[in-house]
């Protein structure tokens, strides 16, 4: 146990210096709100409107996704380099992720996650082509 103490130390200053510093700022300064200070800021552009729309939750959904995929290729790499001396335990295991990634998949798919709108057609010329009625030749 004696090996783990100053890990123990280093993450109980932690936590007091950031509690001291929460303390310090609070003491410190005295909060006075003004209009420029609630006001949005990007990139020092004052907006001069409300943003469009906001993003939808498929967006997140596809992006945790790609997340998850990340993380089993990096996982995949080392088993697939040490797969005789892993055994059929490590098998079993990349099978469980790769079970569990795959129905996250075919969930995203049945909520419609990957469907991001209407589909427009763009001509040869950049222009955009209506759609043909049904029957008529594309």
């Known amino acids: 146990m004696g090996q783990y103490l100053a890990i123990v130390l280093l993450l109980g200053l932690g936590v007091l210096f950031a509690l001291g510093s929460f303390m310090t700022n609070k003491l410190l300064v005295k909060g006075r709100p003004t209009a420029a200070k609630v006001a949005p800021y990007e ?3 004052v907006p001069s409107k409300e943003p469009p729309e906001r993003f939808g939750v498929s967006f997140y959904l596809v992006a945790m996704l790609f997340i998850i995929f990340d993380i089993e290729i ?3 790499y080392p088993y697939v380099v040490a797969r005789a001396e892993l055994g059929a335990y ?4 990349i099978l469980a992720f790769s079970v569990v990634f ?4 075919v969930y995203v798919v049945a ?3 990957l469907d991001w ?3 427009r057609r763009v001509g040869a010329d ?3 082509v209506e759609p043909s009625e049904p029957g008529e030749a594309a």
Request: proline share 0%; glycine share 22%; charged share 15%.
């Open 74 to 76: 990096v996982f995949l």
């Open 111 to 113: 909520k419609g996650g």
């Open 43 to 45: 990139c020092g552009i």
């Open 126 to 128: 950049g222009r955009r």
């Open 90 to 93: 490590a098998f079993f295991e």
């Open 102 to 105: 795959f129905a996250a998949i």
């Open 117 to 119: 709108g209407t589909i």
